[in-house]
């Protein structure tokens, strides 16, 4: 009530300061518009608050321009299994599904790697993905820092919590095994690459059981869970493809913790199809880099050539 007081008042005042400029047939209608107008501007507070057109208030009540607002883009890898959707990188994954579950508005667009647009390599030198295209213009080409990017906007619950960095290393420990035995081109080594892989998957399952929620961190997905979802979407597809091993196998927390993250529809929807993950997998018979699928060694994939991974 106090608010539409206050309101009215701000009219009476409008219409006081109009009485002698504006003819008595237009200044009701004009006084209506008015009203409506700052009650759209108000937030729940009661503060004018001037969303469009990049305004905002300064003191005194005048009005400056800023920099008008534009949706973000996000640029992530395109599939390369002959379609022009959504490709398989768990970097890309990590900053999407976060930008989903805070509810931000993006559009997104796919970079095909084998052959980045001279555009793209304009925008980010580097040529990886993901890159974030803020409101502004700001560039944001590492996926944590997008998260974080994104935890500050937006609605639904935060995702960065205290904690992160043990679950988050746990994450990795098993996506670096991953990566190391799906590289693997010596039969005699790869016993012990697996028997590697189980302890990162089993340390992982030690650490769900232990906390007894459906998240990393809780009950509602975090940043971290950005991070492990795709590293275990990839493990559970291409493992088993190529080399015949079931990652989860003894590790129930993991899988019933992988099961939770597939009934998300932030992850759902911005997953890709076991397809799109084999394909992206298919040039195992040489030695290269997985992130990037090009003749490359750890030394210049960790350098970030042709890396689609950051």
Not at 97 to 109: D, G, H, N, V, W
Not at 128 to 144: A, F, N, R, W
Not at 158 to 173: H, K, M, N, P, Y
């Amino acid at each position: 009530a106090s608010h539409f007081r206050s309101l009215s008042e701000e009219v009476a005042t409008r219409e006081a300061d109009t009485e002698s400029a504006v003819p008595n047939r237009m200044r009701a209608p004009l006084l209506l518009l008015a009203a409506s107008l700052l009650h759209e501007a108000r937030g729940f507070s009661g503060t004018p608050v001037l969303r469009s057109a990049g305004l905002k208030r300064a003191r005194g009540g005048a009005t400056i321009t800023t920099q008008r607002m534009t949706t973000p883009t996000l640029y992530v890898k395109q599939a390369q299994d002959g379609s022009a959707g959504l490709g398989d990188c768990p970097f890309s994954h990590k900053a999407h599904m976060a930008l989903k579950l805070r509810k931000i508005p993006f559009t997104c667009e796919y970079i095909n790697l084998q052959d980045k647009p001279s555009w793209y390599l304009e925008l980010n030198e580097k040529g990886s993905v993901p890159t974030l295209k803020g409101e502004q213009g700001t560039l944001i080409t590492d996926s944590d820092d997008i998260v974080s990017w994104c935890d500050g906007r937006g609605e639904g619950a935060t995702l960065l919590f205290d904690g992160q960095e043990e679950a988050g290393g746990l994450a990795v420990a098993v996506w670096k095994a991953f990566a190391t035995i799906m590289k693997n081109k010596d039969e005699a080594e790869e016993k012990a690459l697996e028997a590697n892989l189980r302890k990162a998957v089993g340390d992982l399952d030690s650490y769900i059981s232990s906390r007894n929620t459906r998240f990393l961190l809780g009950d509602s997905p975090s940043a971290v869970d950005c991070k492990a979802g795709p590293f275990l979407l990839h493990s559970s597809v291409a493992l088993p493809h190529y080399k015949g091993i079931d990652p989860f196998q003894g590790s129930p927390a993991v899988k019933g913790y992988f099961a939770n993250l597939q009934e998300l529809e932030a992850f759902r929807e911005t997953s890709y199809g076991d397809s799109v993950i084999i394909a992206g997998k298919r040039h195992l018979k040489s030695t290269f880099c997985i992130p990037c699928h090009s003749d490359a060694n750890l030394m210049a994939c960790a350098s970030g050539m042709n890396c689609c991974y950051s």
